[in-house]
């Protein structure tokens, strides 16, 4: 059994090590915001502080909708909400099959405690490395898929769209085997995702499974997903960490599986095993995603020292602040989105399977996506610039503007809303008379920012599908 790398970044260089932290996210945002908070403006926006309480408000009365004031009961923001959509307990009811017990037939209620069935039983270190396999894979296709997309579930004839239908299509392909080497393995076997199985996909395949259609259902950034799963399964396959080796270190290498990072974990040095107790560091979890699936990101990506960053991008506000050409290292901007929506969402998981405790994540920031970024700019924080108009690949009058992922205004967007959400957490508590430890970043992104942005949009835009109010044009690797 291989032993856990103490240190992946060993052979990287000192600055695309440390843009590829944590702490360099929120650090590199600040910067811009405090400068554009100083004078009232960035080059892409202007900046409204006055208008931060109304937001505040806005998601307040969300919150006490939703949950009144039981705000222990607000879950974390993670893949694990939008499987299930509808209230029906799609998770839940996936671990009772796994452990024998036959699930309740009211689909829309929780799974009861009933028979045993004769299905062999999957213990709960398999069961995590299943859900890890399934959220990786989930999440790595949550990028926007645009307003005209739909998935019909079949079992149950609803249809949904956006991020909660593709977690249940997601769901029901991984249910199908199609992420599995062994695709026709008897009952559960199956329910796994391996590097040869992920390295079999098609764009063809996948239109297939997410019921896409050129004209009467069309998806945005179909083959950037697709690449992006065939690249995962690539980088299973030539781990050398150790992060997915797994229990049998001479098994074969397309058999490798995300959820074998469980394992990875469970042997980590950072690990305190206070028996009943396990605690595990978020920094080892966050080496594991950030080393373990940089060969996933484009080739066309940002590239620092020979390296593709990610979800890293040039800010001139930066470059000017350190008096440095664009490209520079001191101008780079680190976001990691997906990353950081991949964490929240696998140590859920892992909690909830394992009963682990994961510590030390007070530097994950909330997600620069145009939910949380939208809901500024609607409710009048942030306001887009001539400048940004003009850059617009859209030119109607009237039309959302559209832009790509890597333009400097969606950059400089993103930064502002990192710093913003920030904001929101500390005046919201403070409205709510609460603390950090009752109602704590997570909680917040699930229960009101991200909702508030999708519901604000809706009221605005809803006759053209509730889109944000600037359309960033992806590939489906981004957002």
């Not at 505040?56 to 923001?77: E, L, M, V």
């Not at 992060?243 to 049998?248: C, I, K, L, R, W």
């Not at 373990?292 to 800010?315: C, E, F, H, Q």
Request: charged fraction near 20%; glycine fraction near 8%; aromatic fraction near 8%.
């Amino acid at each position: 059994m291989s032993k856990p790398n103490p240190n992946p970044a060993v052979g990287i260089s000192p600055e695309v090590a440390y843009l590829r932290t944590l702490p360099s996210v929120r650090s590199r945002c600040t910067t811009i915001f405090d400068h554009v908070a100083t004078t009232g403006e960035g080059e892409y926006f202007t900046y409204n502080p006055n208008a931060e309480d109304a937001v505040a408000d806005y998601c307040i009365k969300i919150i006490q909708r939703d949950f009144g004031t039981n705000y222990a009961a607000i879950p974390p923001h993670g893949r694990w909400r939008h499987f299930d959509v509808g209230g029906i307990p799609r998770i839940t009811t996936l671990l009772s099959e796994w452990a024998g017990v036959k699930p309740s037939s009211h689909s829309n209620s929780a799974v009861s405690a009933g028979a045993v069935t004769s299905a062999p039983v999957v213990d709960r270190i398999e069961a995590a490395r299943r859900l890890v396999d399934l959220f990786m894979v989930s999440v790595l296709l949550d990028a926007g898929a645009g307003t005209a997309w739909k998935y019909e579930e079949k079992k149950t004839g609803l249809t949904y769209s956006r991020s909660e239908g593709l977690a249940v299509a997601s769901l029901n392909m991984f249910l199908s085997g199609r992420f599995s080497s062994n695709p026709d393995a008897e009952g559960s076997d199956c329910h796994v995702v391996t590097a040869g199985g992920l390295k079999n996909l098609s764009p063809d395949m996948l239109a297939i499974d997410l019921q896409v259609h050129p004209h009467s259902n069309p998806m945005t950034g179909l083959e950037g997903r697709t690449n992006l799963l065939i690249r995962l399964g690539e980088a299973l396959e030539s781990d050398t960490n150790g992060f997915f080796v797994g229990p049998d270190p001479d098994a074969p290498p397309g058999e490798r599986r995300p959820g074998f990072l469980v394992d990875y974990l469970a042997r980590h040095p950072g690990v305190e095993k206070m028996i009943p107790i396990v605690e595990v560091p978020i920094p080892a979890l966050w080496e594991v995603l950030m080393y373990g699936l940089a060969p996933i990101w484009p080739a066309s990506r940002t590239k620092l020292d020979g390296a593709a960053m990610g979800d890293v991008w040039p800010n001139s506000i930066l470059a000017k602040l350190n008096k440095v050409e664009l490209g520079n290292e001191k101008s780079l901007a680190p976001f990691h989105k997906l990353t950081q929506w991949l964490n929240y969402s696998l140590l859920e998981a892992m909690e909830k399977t394992l009963g682990w405790r994961f510590v030390r994540g007070e530097d994950a920031t909330g997600l620069p996506e145009y939910r949380n970024g939208g809901l500024f700019v609607d409710l009048g924080v942030l306001t887009p610039k001539a400048s940004l108009l003009e850059a617009s690949q859209t030119k109607e009058a009237g039309a959302v503007p559209s832009l790509p992922a890597e333009h400097a205004a969606i950059v400089e967007w993103r930064a502002l809303t990192v710093i913003l959400l920030d904001r929101q957490a500390q005046k919201i508590r403070q409205k709510l008379g609460l603390r950090e430890e009752q109602l704590d970043l997570k909680q917040l992104l699930e229960a009101a920012t991200w909702k508030a942005g999708r519901e604000i949009a809706s009221e605005k835009r809803g006759e053209t599908g509730g889109g944000p109010p600037i359309n960033v044009l992806s590939d489906g690797t981004v957002f």
